[in-house]
Nanobody
Framework: QVQLVESGGGLVQPGGSLRLSCATS????????MAWYRQAPGKQRELVAA???????NYAESVKGRFTISRDNAEKAVYLQMSNLQPEDAAVYYC???????????WGQGTQVTVSS
């Protein structure tokens, strides 16, 4: 059974930082491209950051220079370090895994990030 379990969300003041974690099980982690998406109320889900099996990264323009995605293949986990958080970053953040060699993909249940003073 495949599981992606996010953690690390919460309430933070503007300018603050959070680190999201996504623990995976049931997949051969090194064969998956991993990503973080987010969805704010009334908006479409959007890609925040992605990292390939080889470690190549890409980011949404809105988070470049503030967010860093990383992965630990030994721990089968992916992380999102978020700094200088702003109210517009508030959303439910989802972990996403995409199989490199086929169409299989999986979503986590999401973790809420609230940015407010």
């Amino acid at each position: 059974q495949v599981q992606l379990v996010e953690s690390g969300g919460g309430l933070v003041q503007p300018g603050g930082s959070l680190r999201l974690s996504c623990a995976t099980s049931g997949i051969t982690f090194t064969l998956y491209r991993m990503a973080w998406y987010r969805q704010a109320p009334g908006k479409q889900r959007e890609l925040v950051a992605a990292i390939t099996s080889g470690g190549s990264r890409n980011y949404a323009e809105s988070v470049k220079g503030r967010f860093t995605i990383s992965r630990d293949n030994a721990e089968k986990a992916v992380y999102l370090q978020m700094s200088n958080l702003q109210p517009e970053d508030a959303a439910v953040y989802y972990c996403y895994a995409k199989f490199n060699l086929g169409s299989a993909d999986y979503w986590g249940q999401g973790t809420q990030v609230t940015v407010s003073s």
